[in-house]
């Protein structure tokens, strides 16, 4: 292949031909095709070597069979064309190109000298070859990268889920992003997406993590333990992505992590304002702070940041002219909440959340919401609604990061302000002991978990149902029920037992022909959330589905102690269950006790219409 041919793509050829000039006919012995994956000899024997990825085994063949050393190989841009451009030491004395070096030189020593050859930077020649390929690399990635901008033909389908993405490559990331949550980084900065996708696709399809790489059993543990230890993103020390993201070609030898703290450094110090220095009665609490690195992408576009709130703060301001600090000024906690997750709606949904517009690829739709200035807060009669408190993004960095003000209340009062009651209805023995008595009495009722037949009784019952649901069902209860009203708690576990004892999932309303079917159901459809409210909302779903429910006895109003949901901990190791455990079968799962609980519901219903 001609040099001309083979660098066609980069353009004008100017940087190539120039090279050649310099080098002359050295140059003639490479190929420029740096797509290619095709085996090179070693520099000085014919045994043939993959060095794309993996350079490994090369490199241990030069040493161990010609005590040959390539001198900081991280930084060569591409490790193929620089062999085929020294195959020419062949033919020529290592001396005058390598540094020489002998080991076990020392008298007295035992061990037999050894001569080593060192290539490095250190020739000129060498140098200028490592420059030259570092430039030419990068503007192949450069050109590479702007065809798959172009080309809006790509169809493919989603390595997580069945949907089929349309409209170019960045679609398949921005949906990978919005709809499963994965965090792989902006697809402006990835080059050769298609062959990521690939990539990735086959580490799932081999029930491989993409983060920890663990291989487990099932999908559905495979999904579950990704969902559960937010393992959507890929591995941060596994070198083979490196050629997929842009950076890592801008400085080829600095490790990626290094080199985007300092990019991230640098935009940091021009889009955030110097913060004042902490006091020294501020560094005491440094221990106490809570690690808010979690990482926040735009409400608009793919931008993705682990900094302080203000940079994607200065980058929706900047980039899409909406201030979000001052559009939500006048709002609550939970009206933030809603507006963020109500805009992530619409994003994810490919339509403008200001009009009714929809639009093919994400692209055009953030060309509409710039060219019609539809970057604004919208209407609350569009967002206030209670379905937009459930979060959009698993793991929302940008919802971790909202102040709950009213949390912060002056006034309040302390114990130690409060005045000494006298003559107290308590100080009466009887009464104390018959209060006691009934609350041992509350505690023995045992308590059902909402999915299963596994029930509990005692003191700890409530905590270990919790830890139950949230280990076997993933189903974080005290976190459900700390957003809810009171009696929208009880209509909602009545609700979900009903639908359990039918066999039928609470958010979908499909049915299964067991407890197990329906489980697994619940798993890969991710219905693991809420239901929406308009499903539980109705007054009969106060009355209660099973007698002597001990979970609704348990339950909380405003002003109850919150003791007994704090001794409950939440960040417990989780624990992966095999296939060998089955989920035991639902208690109502019997025909006749589903019946019963009909004719019971019935029969209820009657009495309080007749009082």
Known sequence: MGPDKAFGPLGSGLLLRSAMDSY??????????????????????????????????????????????????????????????????????????????????????????????????????????????????????????????????????CIYCSETVTGGIANSFHHLTFKHGFSLGNPDNIVNGARLLNILEEKLSKLLCLCCEKTFKTPVLLREHMRKKQHRSLNPKNKMYDKFYLLNYLEPGTPWQEAKQRHDTENESECVDIQPQETEQDCLWTDWREDMSTSMTCLFCSFTTSKVPDGLYHHMKNYHQFDFE????????????????????????????????????????????TEAL?????????????????????????????????????????????CEYKNSVLEDDKLREEIKG??????????????????????????????????????????????????????????????????????????????????????????LVVPPSSLFQDERWLQPVLEGDGLLQRLREDGDSDEELDSFDLCQEETVFGEDIQIPPSILSNSAIRQELLENMKDLVIEEQDS
């Open 24 to 157: 002359g006919s050295d140059f003639a012995t490479l190929d420029f095709d740096f797509s290619c994956e095709d085996l090179v000899p070693c520099m000085l024997c014919d045994e043939q070597f993959q060095v794309i990825n993996d350079e490994q085994a090369l490199l241990h063949h030069l040493i161990t069979v010609h005590k040959f050393v390539i001198g900081e190989v991280e930084e060569i841009a591409d490790l193929r064309q620089y062999v085929l451009y020294w195959n020419k030491l062949r033919t020529l004395d290592l001396r005058d190109y390598c540094i020489v070096f002998n080991t076990n030189g020392e008298p007295g020593s035992k061990l037999p000298s050894e001569t080593f050859y060192l290539l490095c930077k250190k020739l000129p020649e060498d140098k200028r070859l490592r420059a030259t390929l570092s430039q030419l690399k990068l503007r192949y990635i450069i050109n590479q990268k702007e065809k798959e901008r172009r080309d809006e033909t790509f169809s493919r389908k």
């Open 438 to 527: 009934t609350e041992e009495k509350e505690l023995d009722i045992p308590v059902m978990c909402l999915f299963c037949h596994y029930t509990v009784s005692g003191e700890e019952s409530h905590t270990q149902i919790c830890g139950h649901m949230q280990e076997f069902h993933s189903f974080d209860f005290t976190d459900v029920m700390g957003s809810l009203p009171f009696y929208s708690q009880v209509k909602l576990i009545n609700f979900m037992r009903w639908k359990t004892a039918k066999n039928e999932c609470y958010i979908c309303g499909q049915s299964f022909k067991s407890t197990y079917n329906l489980e697994e159901h619940r798993v890969i459809s991710d219905h």
């Open 326 to 369: 001052y559009s939500t000024k006048n709002l609550t906690f939970y009206q933030k909440v809603m507006v963020i997750n109500f805009i992530r709606t619409r994003v994810r949904d490919l339509q403008c959340h200001m009009c009714p517009a929809a639009f093919p690829t994400q692209h055009s739709l953030q060309e509409h919401m």
């Open 374 to 418: 539809h970057c604004v807060l919208p209407s609350s009669s569009l967002w206030e609604h209670q379905q937009f408190l459930i979060p959009v993004m698993n793991n929302d960095g940008l919802l971790c990061h909202l102040e709950d003000a009213e949390v912060e209340d002056e006034d309040k009062i302390i114990p130690e302000d409060l």
